[in-house]
Nanobody, 119 residues
Framework: QVQLVESGGGLVQAGGSLGLSCAAS????????MAWFRQAPGKERKFVAA??????LYTSSVKGRFTISRENAKNTVYLQMNSLKPEDTATYYC??????????????WGQGTQVTVSS
């Protein structure tokens, strides 16, 4: 079992930056790929970024603006978000599982943290 707790969400103006953190507890954090997904009201949960052991994936809309990283010694994964846009507004979820872009590949989920970008 892996428990995930996100933090760092908030309200920011367009063009600003926010950093999200996801602290994991439980077993074998470093054996899991980690990812961030987001979900806007009334919409499906969508892939944002993933990190494996030596590689990363990003959805096209965040490439060059968002950076995912992990620190295995601290059982933590991060998402640094720069040049934020109003369309980035969503609840952001941390996930642990297999490496990929589908929600089906992730078995453990955090409770989510709200990110709101004002125009």
């Amino acid at each position: 079992q892996v428990q995930l707790v996100e933090s760092g969400g908030g309200l920011v103006q367009a063009g600003g930056s926010l950093g999200l953190s996801c602290a994991a507890s439980g077993r074998s954090f470093d054996r899991h790929a980690m990812a961030w997904f987001r979900q806007a009201p009334g919409k499906e949960r969508k892939f944002v970024a993933a990190i494996g052991w030596n590689s990363t994936l990003y959805t096209s809309s965040v490439k060059g603006r968002f950076t995912i990283s992990r620190e295995n010694a601290k059982n933590t994964v991060y998402l640094q978000m720069n040049s934020l846009k109003p369309e980035d507004t969503a609840t952001y979820y941390c996930a642990a599982g297999s490496y990929g872009i589908s929600t089906n590949e992730y078995h453990y989920w955090g409770q989510g943290t709200q990110v709101t970008v004002s125009s």
